[in-house]
């Protein structure tokens, strides 16, 4: 596998499922990300975790939940989802400032997760 | 407010026929540029990174350029494979954890 992964690339999934989308990065970077896209609108930034610790959280609903075991993988659990969290949902990951001091500001994104929610 | 706005949001070429996409951007300064094509269904593949005004990048047929309040995507006798939608993202210079910010997206369409 190279670069950056994402299971399942499809989801469908009634509003009171639980289910968890998995991203594995193989690009050695200390940093990963979650980004929602609906159609038509920007890419929404949700979650930035750096160095396995969650930096940022952009005011996203309680019923996602992500998590960071290790700085290759990254999980967002879902529960109680709405309709319009129907969504491609990204994971993408770059290499943050390390204690080498080298950065690089690109982020590399996987193929997706197309959610559905019924 | 930290803003990127991306126009047209569509724009229809014939092959071989040249033309911009524009990027403007709002930014309490900028840290990195960085342009973004996307295929239906797939996520964003990374193309360039554009630091400081003034700085171009090529690959192929295209040529992405940078001023202090705008990028442009130049793309020089295209394809039909060429067809895409480009994002651009800015990276503002005082950020936590990375943030990108994207536009919403230009969709190309390159007709033969």
């Known amino acids: 596998e190279t670069g950056v992964t994402q299971t399942p690339r499809h989801l469908v999934m009634g509003m009171t499922n639980k289910k968890s989308l998995k991203c594995e990065q193989h690009?050695?970077?200390?940093?990963m990300y979650w980004y929602k896209q609906s159609a038509k609108k920007p890419l929404e930034l949700m979650f930035v975790?750096?160095?396995?610790?969650?930096?940022e959280n952009n005011s996203v609903p309680s019923r996602f939940s992500p998590e960071c075991p290790n700085s290759s993988h990254l999980f967002l659990h879902l529960h109680t989802l709405q309709p319009e969290d129907s969504a491609l949902y990204l994971c993408?990951?770059?290499?943050?400032?390390?204690?080498?001091?080298?950065?690089?500001?690109?982020?590399?994104f996987g193929p997706g997760t197309r959610l559905t929610v019924t | 407010e930290d803003q990127v706005t991306q126009s047209p949001e569509a724009l229809r070429l014939q092959e071989g026929e040249s033309s911009s996409l524009n990027c403007s951007y709002t930014?309490?300064?900028?840290?990195?540029l960085f342009w973004y094509r996307q295929d239906p269904g797939k996520g964003p593949e990374f193309l360039f990174t554009?630091?400081?005004a003034g700085e171009e990048k090529e690959k192929e047929r295209l040529k992405a350029t940078l001023t202090k309040k705008e990028s442009f995507l130049h793309i020089t006798a295209p394809k039909p494979e060429d067809s895409a939608t480009y994002l651009c993202?800015?990276?503002?210079?005082?950020?936590?954890?990375?943030?990108?910010?994207f536009g919403q997206g230009t969709e190309l369409s390159v007709k033969p």
């Open positions: 554009l630091y400081s």
């Open positions: 690009l050695g970077h200390n940093a």
């Open positions: 930014v309490s300064g900028l840290r990195g």
């Open positions: 993202a800015v990276r503002p210079l005082y950020n936590q954890g990375g943030k990108l910010i």
């Open positions: 975790y750096s160095l396995e610790e969650r930096v």
């Open positions: 993408a990951s770059s290499q943050g400032p390390s204690a080498y001091g080298k950065s690089s500001y690109e982020q590399y």
